[in-house]
T-cell receptor, first 108, second 114 residues
Framework: AQRVTQPEKLLSVFKGAPVELKCNYS??????LFWYVQYSRQRLQLLLR??SRESIKGFTADLNKGETSFHLKKPFAQEEDSAMYYC??????????FGPGTRLSVLP | SAVISQKPSRDICQRGTSLTIQCQVD?????MFWYRQQPGQSLTLIAT?????????ESGFVIDKFPISRPNLTFSTLTVSNMSPEDSSIYLC???????????FGQGTRLTVV
């Protein structure tokens, strides 16, 4: 069965500090992995996906198939990064499975 | 990308009544999804709605409680029937297709049942 876990419900860091939001998944095939973000009073939106191997707003995420992880990282957190972050996986043509989410709070 | 309009944005309803949530997309999409996000929880898929076929419901969700319509490729509705306080939640419409891997979301409908 497909499953996504995010062990931290809340992560607090100081501005300028590195941040890592953990995500692990279980899936027997080759999933697509995504990170979605929800800022206060805004809709859920895509942050990045593993197939793009891109950096968005300074965030990167590397898919590690051996560890079945897709951790989200940023070297220097900013206050505007404070939001709810969801890791999600999808197999082609199928629905998304979302993790429980991690609330990131960047302190001044 | 797709722009999704969801109505109403919020409502307070009496128990035992029903509420229909509308989802309008600015482009034709193959797959539309309805999610529920209970307070402090992640998104749980209710059903997948493809145009021209019956909606496919996930375990724990049934058509009698959450009937869905998908009359065309740009519109869908979700009805929450015979509501109870346990149905208080945010309901989200999402779209995707086999060609674009990511999902796009509506702003959600915050439902409170009293």
């Amino acid at each position: 069965a497909q499953r996504v876990t995010q062990p931290e419900k809340l992560l607090s860091v100081f501005k300028g500090a590195p941040v890592e939001l953990k995500c692990n998944y279980s899936y027997s095939g080759s999933p697509e992995l995504f990170w979605y973000v929800q800022y206060s009073r805004q809709r859920l939106q895509l942050l990045l996906r593993h197939i793009s191997r891109e950096s968005i707003k300074g965030f990167t995420a590397d898919l590690n198939k051996g560890e079945t992880s897709f951790h989200l990282k940023k070297p220097f957190a900013q206050e505007e990064d404070s939001a709810m972050y969801y890791c999600a996986l999808r197999s082609y043509g199928q629905n998304f499975v979302f993790g429980p989410g991690t609330r990131l709070s960047v302190l001044p | 990308s797709a722009v999704i309009s969801q109505k109403p944005s919020r409502d307070i309803c009496q128990r035992g009544t029903s509420l229909t949530i509308q989802c309008q997309v600015d482009s034709q999409v193959t797959m539309m999804f309805w999610y529920r996000q209970q307070p402090g929880q992640s998104l749980t898929l209710i059903a997948t709605a493809n145009q021209g076929s019956e909606a496919t419901y996930e375990s724990g969700f049934v058509i009698d409680k959450f009937p869905i319509s998908r009359p065309n490729l740009t519109f869908s509705t979700l009805t929450v029937s015979n509501m109870s306080p346990e149905d208080s939640s945010i309901y989200l419409c999402s779209v995707g297709s086999g060609w674009t891997p990511e999902a796009f979301f509506g702003q959600g409908t915050r439902l409170t049942v009293v």
